[in-house]
Protein backbone atom coordinates (compact mmCIF):
# COMPACT_ATOMS: atom_id res chain seq x y z
CA UNK A 1 0.00 0.00 0.00
CA UNK A 2 0.88 3.38 -0.64
CA UNK A 3 2.27 5.12 2.49
CA UNK A 4 1.06 8.36 0.94
CA UNK A 5 -2.42 7.28 0.77
CA UNK A 6 -2.74 6.36 4.44
CA UNK A 7 -4.49 8.08 6.74
CA UNK A 8 -2.68 8.31 10.41
CA UNK A 9 -5.91 7.28 12.93
CA UNK A 10 -5.63 10.06 15.40
CA UNK A 11 -8.88 9.65 17.29
CA UNK A 12 -10.59 5.93 18.64
CA UNK A 13 -14.43 5.50 18.89
CA UNK A 14 -15.36 3.70 22.12
CA UNK A 15 -18.26 1.73 21.81
CA UNK A 16 -19.68 1.54 25.33
CA UNK A 17 -22.82 0.28 26.64
CA UNK A 18 -25.49 1.05 24.08
CA UNK A 19 -28.93 1.88 24.71
CA UNK A 20 -31.67 4.30 24.52
CA UNK A 21 -31.01 7.75 26.33
CA UNK A 22 -33.17 6.73 29.34
CA UNK A 23 -30.77 3.67 29.41
CA UNK A 24 -27.96 5.52 29.35
CA UNK A 25 -28.79 7.41 32.09
CA UNK A 26 -29.85 4.71 34.37
CA UNK A 27 -26.12 3.80 33.48
CA UNK A 28 -25.04 7.06 34.42
CA UNK A 29 -26.42 6.95 37.68
CA UNK A 30 -25.03 3.42 38.28
CA UNK A 31 -21.70 4.39 37.48
CA UNK A 32 -21.42 6.94 39.27
CA UNK A 33 -22.75 5.50 42.67
CA UNK A 34 -20.21 2.58 41.94
CA UNK A 35 -17.25 5.20 41.93
CA UNK A 36 -17.87 7.14 44.69
CA UNK A 37 -18.72 4.32 46.59
CA UNK A 38 -15.34 2.67 45.64
CA UNK A 39 -13.19 5.75 46.28
CA UNK A 40 -14.84 6.38 49.60
CA UNK A 41 -14.83 2.93 50.47
CA UNK A 42 -11.17 1.98 49.53
CA UNK A 43 -9.90 5.60 50.71
CA UNK A 44 -11.34 5.31 54.00
CA UNK A 45 -9.52 1.48 54.66
CA UNK A 46 -6.25 3.58 52.84
CA UNK A 47 -7.12 6.43 56.15
CA UNK A 48 -7.80 3.87 58.72
CA UNK A 49 -4.83 1.94 58.15
CA UNK A 50 -2.79 5.10 58.24
CA UNK A 51 -4.45 6.42 61.38
CA UNK A 52 -4.79 3.72 63.79
CA UNK A 53 -1.62 2.22 65.36
CA UNK A 54 -2.96 -0.97 65.88
CA UNK A 55 -3.27 -1.54 62.26
CA UNK A 56 0.34 -0.58 61.52
CA UNK A 57 1.66 -4.12 60.76
CA UNK A 58 2.62 -5.77 57.53
CA UNK A 59 -1.28 -7.43 56.39
CA UNK A 60 -2.97 -3.71 56.78
CA UNK A 61 -0.04 -2.21 54.66
CA UNK A 62 -0.25 -4.23 52.37
CA UNK A 63 -4.23 -4.01 52.34
CA UNK A 64 -4.21 -0.12 52.42
CA UNK A 65 -1.82 -0.63 48.72
CA UNK A 66 -4.01 -2.84 47.30
CA UNK A 67 -6.97 -0.17 48.09
CA UNK A 68 -4.98 2.39 46.74
CA UNK A 69 -4.30 0.69 43.45
CA UNK A 70 -8.47 -0.27 43.24
CA UNK A 71 -9.21 3.32 43.10
CA UNK A 72 -5.90 3.66 40.47
CA UNK A 73 -7.53 1.34 38.38
CA UNK A 74 -10.86 2.17 38.49
CA UNK A 75 -10.09 5.99 37.88
CA UNK A 76 -8.38 4.91 34.99
CA UNK A 77 -11.49 4.41 33.09
CA UNK A 78 -14.95 4.58 35.16
CA UNK A 79 -15.08 8.25 34.93
CA UNK A 80 -14.80 8.42 31.12
CA UNK A 81 -17.38 5.68 30.66
CA UNK A 82 -19.49 8.07 33.30
CA UNK A 83 -19.13 11.01 30.93
CA UNK A 84 -19.50 9.02 27.70
CA UNK A 85 -23.27 8.08 28.52
CA UNK A 86 -24.25 11.83 28.68
CA UNK A 87 -22.30 12.25 25.39
CA UNK A 88 -22.92 10.67 21.60
CA UNK A 89 -19.36 11.41 20.83
CA UNK A 90 -17.08 8.51 22.54
CA UNK A 91 -14.04 8.94 21.66
CA UNK A 92 -10.15 9.01 23.07
CA UNK A 93 -7.18 10.46 20.99
CA UNK A 94 -4.93 7.65 19.73
CA UNK A 95 -2.18 9.28 22.49
CA UNK A 96 -5.15 8.91 25.43
CA UNK A 97 -5.45 5.62 23.97
CA UNK A 98 -1.73 4.37 24.02
CA UNK A 99 -1.53 6.32 27.50
CA UNK A 100 -4.57 4.19 29.04
CA UNK A 101 -3.53 0.42 27.42
CA UNK A 102 -0.24 1.29 29.59
CA UNK A 103 -1.43 2.56 32.50
CA UNK A 104 -4.13 -0.08 32.68
CA UNK A 105 -1.41 -2.94 32.81
CA UNK A 106 0.95 -1.13 35.59
CA UNK A 107 -2.02 -1.33 37.60
CA UNK A 108 -3.29 -4.67 36.83
CA UNK A 109 0.10 -6.02 36.68
CA UNK A 110 1.15 -4.62 40.03
CA UNK A 111 -2.30 -5.91 41.68
CA UNK A 112 -1.32 -9.28 40.61
CA UNK A 113 2.17 -9.09 42.27
CA UNK A 114 0.38 -7.13 45.35
CA UNK A 115 -1.94 -10.30 45.85
CA UNK A 116 0.70 -12.61 45.75
CA UNK A 117 2.87 -10.74 48.44
CA UNK A 118 -0.29 -10.70 50.70
CA UNK A 119 -0.30 -14.46 50.27
CA UNK A 120 3.09 -14.55 51.52
CA UNK A 121 2.19 -12.73 54.88
CA UNK A 122 -0.17 -14.87 55.50
CA UNK A 123 1.77 -17.87 54.75
CA UNK A 124 4.36 -15.99 56.67
CA UNK A 125 2.44 -14.87 59.62
CA UNK A 126 0.64 -18.79 59.90
CA UNK A 127 3.49 -21.09 58.94
CA UNK A 128 6.32 -19.38 60.58
CA UNK A 129 4.48 -16.98 63.51
CA UNK A 130 8.23 -16.97 65.32
CA UNK A 131 10.18 -15.36 62.94
CA UNK A 132 6.91 -13.26 61.71
CA UNK A 133 8.51 -9.58 62.99
CA UNK A 134 11.95 -10.28 61.42
CA UNK A 135 10.63 -11.42 57.89
CA UNK A 136 7.63 -9.05 57.94
CA UNK A 137 9.93 -6.15 58.53
CA UNK A 138 9.09 -2.63 56.73
CA UNK A 139 11.51 -2.44 54.83
CA UNK A 140 10.60 -6.02 53.34
CA UNK A 141 6.94 -4.78 53.02
CA UNK A 142 7.69 -1.48 51.32
CA UNK A 143 10.14 -3.92 48.91
CA UNK A 144 7.13 -5.71 48.25
CA UNK A 145 5.18 -3.49 47.37
CA UNK A 146 7.67 -1.28 44.97
CA UNK A 147 8.77 -4.67 43.08
CA UNK A 148 4.99 -5.19 42.46
CA UNK A 149 5.03 -1.57 40.78
CA UNK A 150 8.31 -2.93 38.95
CA UNK A 151 6.97 -5.52 37.51
CA UNK A 152 3.61 -4.05 36.85
CA UNK A 153 5.37 -1.08 34.51
CA UNK A 154 7.76 -3.93 32.95
CA UNK A 155 4.78 -6.15 31.82
CA UNK A 156 3.04 -2.99 30.55
CA UNK A 157 6.04 -2.32 28.86
CA UNK A 158 6.23 -5.74 27.25
CA UNK A 159 2.30 -4.99 26.22
CA UNK A 160 3.29 -1.62 24.68
CA UNK A 161 5.91 -2.94 22.59
CA UNK A 162 3.06 -5.07 20.99
CA UNK A 163 0.79 -2.08 19.64
CA UNK A 164 2.87 1.54 19.62
CA UNK A 165 4.53 1.22 16.29
CA UNK A 166 1.48 -0.12 14.88
CA UNK A 167 -0.04 1.17 11.14
CA UNK A 168 -3.44 2.43 12.13
CA UNK A 169 -5.45 3.61 9.25
CA UNK A 170 -8.60 2.53 8.82
CA UNK A 171 -11.20 1.34 10.91
CA UNK A 172 -10.79 2.66 14.78
CA UNK A 173 -14.06 1.57 16.83
CA UNK A 174 -13.19 -0.20 20.21
CA UNK A 175 -15.88 -2.38 21.50
CA UNK A 176 -15.41 -1.45 24.54
CA UNK A 177 -15.65 1.43 27.15
CA UNK A 178 -11.82 1.73 27.26
CA UNK A 179 -8.62 1.00 25.16
CA UNK A 180 -8.88 -2.78 25.88
CA UNK A 181 -5.31 -4.03 24.26
CA UNK A 182 -6.74 -6.82 22.35
CA UNK A 183 -9.37 -5.10 21.02
CA UNK A 184 -7.13 -2.29 19.79
CA UNK A 185 -4.27 -4.44 17.79
CA UNK A 186 -7.38 -6.13 15.68
CA UNK A 187 -7.81 -3.05 14.08
CA UNK A 188 -4.23 -2.61 12.97
CA UNK A 189 -3.85 -2.50 8.75
CA UNK A 190 -1.83 -5.39 8.88
CA UNK A 191 -1.70 -9.09 10.30
CA UNK A 192 -1.54 -9.16 13.74
CA UNK A 193 -2.26 -12.72 14.35
CA UNK A 194 1.32 -13.62 15.43
CA UNK A 195 1.32 -10.42 17.72
CA UNK A 196 -2.21 -11.25 19.28
CA UNK A 197 -0.48 -15.13 20.24
CA UNK A 198 2.31 -12.96 21.80
CA UNK A 199 0.12 -10.97 23.73
CA UNK A 200 -1.69 -13.53 25.11
CA UNK A 201 1.66 -15.80 25.67
CA UNK A 202 3.12 -12.58 27.57
CA UNK A 203 0.13 -11.85 29.52
CA UNK A 204 -0.26 -15.89 30.47
CA UNK A 205 3.27 -16.13 32.12
CA UNK A 206 2.59 -12.93 34.41
CA UNK A 207 -0.53 -14.29 35.39
CA UNK A 208 -0.05 -18.04 35.47
CA UNK A 209 3.30 -17.62 37.23
CA UNK A 210 1.26 -15.33 40.18
CA UNK A 211 -1.41 -17.39 40.20
CA UNK A 212 0.52 -20.20 41.18
CA UNK A 213 2.91 -18.68 43.49
CA UNK A 214 -0.55 -17.77 44.97
CA UNK A 215 -1.64 -21.38 44.85
CA UNK A 216 1.67 -22.71 46.19
CA UNK A 217 1.10 -20.29 49.51
CA UNK A 218 -2.07 -21.38 50.30
CA UNK A 219 -1.50 -24.94 50.16
CA UNK A 220 1.46 -24.55 52.15
CA UNK A 221 -1.15 -22.54 54.70
CA UNK A 222 -3.45 -25.58 54.27
CA UNK A 223 -1.04 -28.03 55.24
CA UNK A 224 0.39 -26.04 57.98
CA UNK A 225 -2.77 -25.66 59.69
CA UNK A 226 -3.94 -29.09 59.50
CA UNK A 227 -1.58 -30.16 62.69
CA UNK A 228 -2.97 -26.68 64.53
CA UNK A 229 -5.72 -26.61 67.26
CA UNK A 230 -9.10 -25.53 66.08
CA UNK A 231 -8.90 -22.36 66.86
CA UNK A 232 -6.04 -21.73 64.49
CA UNK A 233 -7.55 -23.61 61.85
CA UNK A 234 -10.79 -21.27 61.91
CA UNK A 235 -8.63 -17.92 62.07
CA UNK A 236 -6.75 -19.47 58.82
CA UNK A 237 -10.05 -20.69 57.48
CA UNK A 238 -11.29 -16.93 57.53
CA UNK A 239 -8.04 -15.50 56.52
CA UNK A 240 -7.83 -17.57 53.39
CA UNK A 241 -11.05 -17.37 52.38
CA UNK A 242 -11.32 -13.62 52.21
CA UNK A 243 -8.15 -13.70 49.97
CA UNK A 244 -9.11 -16.59 47.96
CA UNK A 245 -12.66 -14.32 47.20
CA UNK A 246 -10.45 -11.41 46.26
CA UNK A 247 -8.29 -13.58 43.56
CA UNK A 248 -11.38 -15.16 42.36
CA UNK A 249 -12.69 -11.87 41.49
CA UNK A 250 -9.69 -10.21 40.15
CA UNK A 251 -7.92 -13.39 38.12
CA UNK A 252 -11.40 -14.92 37.35
CA UNK A 253 -12.88 -11.85 34.67
CA UNK A 254 -8.91 -11.67 33.23
CA UNK A 255 -8.30 -15.43 32.21
CA UNK A 256 -11.92 -15.41 31.06
CA UNK A 257 -11.26 -12.32 28.70
CA UNK A 258 -7.75 -13.83 27.49
CA UNK A 259 -9.42 -17.66 27.22
CA UNK A 260 -12.73 -16.74 25.43
CA UNK A 261 -12.68 -15.09 21.62
CA UNK A 262 -11.94 -11.38 21.29
CA UNK A 263 -15.01 -11.03 18.86
CA UNK A 264 -17.60 -11.84 22.07
CA UNK A 265 -17.59 -8.03 22.39
CA UNK A 266 -20.69 -8.20 24.62
CA UNK A 267 -19.09 -10.64 27.46
CA UNK A 268 -15.49 -8.30 27.03
CA UNK A 269 -17.69 -5.24 28.22
CA UNK A 270 -19.46 -7.48 31.42
CA UNK A 271 -16.45 -8.97 32.41
CA UNK A 272 -14.34 -5.89 31.95
CA UNK A 273 -16.69 -3.98 34.24
CA UNK A 274 -16.29 -7.07 36.69
CA UNK A 275 -12.50 -6.36 37.21
CA UNK A 276 -12.47 -2.67 36.69
CA UNK A 277 -15.69 -1.43 38.50
CA UNK A 278 -16.99 -4.33 41.17
CA UNK A 279 -13.80 -5.64 42.26
CA UNK A 280 -12.89 -2.62 43.76
CA UNK A 281 -16.15 -1.87 45.15
CA UNK A 282 -16.21 -5.69 46.92
CA UNK A 283 -12.21 -5.73 48.08
CA UNK A 284 -13.11 -3.49 50.92
CA UNK A 285 -16.41 -5.27 51.69
CA UNK A 286 -14.51 -8.76 51.89
CA UNK A 287 -11.59 -7.54 53.56
CA UNK A 288 -13.11 -5.34 56.14
CA UNK A 289 -16.88 -6.94 56.96
CA UNK A 290 -15.35 -10.28 58.88
CA UNK A 291 -12.65 -8.30 60.21
CA UNK A 292 -13.12 -7.28 63.81
CA UNK A 293 -9.57 -4.99 64.13
CA UNK A 294 -10.78 -3.07 61.17
CA UNK A 295 -14.39 -2.58 62.34
CA UNK A 296 -13.10 -1.66 65.26
CA UNK A 297 -10.66 1.10 63.90
CA UNK A 298 -13.23 2.64 62.35
CA UNK A 299 -15.47 2.87 65.06
CA UNK A 300 -12.83 4.33 67.00
CA UNK A 301 -12.12 6.89 63.60
CA UNK A 302 -15.52 7.68 63.65
CA UNK A 303 -15.63 8.33 67.42
CA UNK A 304 -12.91 10.70 66.42
CA UNK A 305 -14.38 12.57 64.49
CA UNK A 306 -17.54 13.30 65.67
CA UNK A 307 -19.84 11.34 63.60
CA UNK A 308 -22.72 9.83 65.90
CA UNK A 309 -23.56 6.65 65.86
CA UNK A 310 -26.38 5.55 63.90
CA UNK A 311 -28.29 2.58 65.17
Known amino acids: M ?51 PAL ?26 IVDFLTDHKTISF ?13 AGGEMMLLVAMAYDRYVAICRPLHYAAIMSLHKCIGLVVGSWIIG ?14 PFCG ?9 DLPLVIKLACTNTDILEKLMVSDSGILGMSSFVLLLVSYMAILI ?19 HITVVILFYGPCLLIYASPFNNFLLNKILSVFYTVLTP ?13 V ?10 LLIPNIS
Open 153 to 166: VLHSISQLVFIVNL
Open 281 to 293: ILNPLIYTLRNKE
Open 2 to 52: DQANISKVTEFVLHSFSGPPELQLFFFALFTLLYVSIVLGNFLIVFTVFSE
Open 56 to 81: HTPMYFLLSNLSFLDVCLCTLVTPKM
Open 95 to 107: EGCMAQVFIMHVF
Open 171 to 179: PNAVENFFC
Open 224 to 242: TVRHQSSAGIGKARATLSA
Open 295 to 304: ILAMQKLRKL
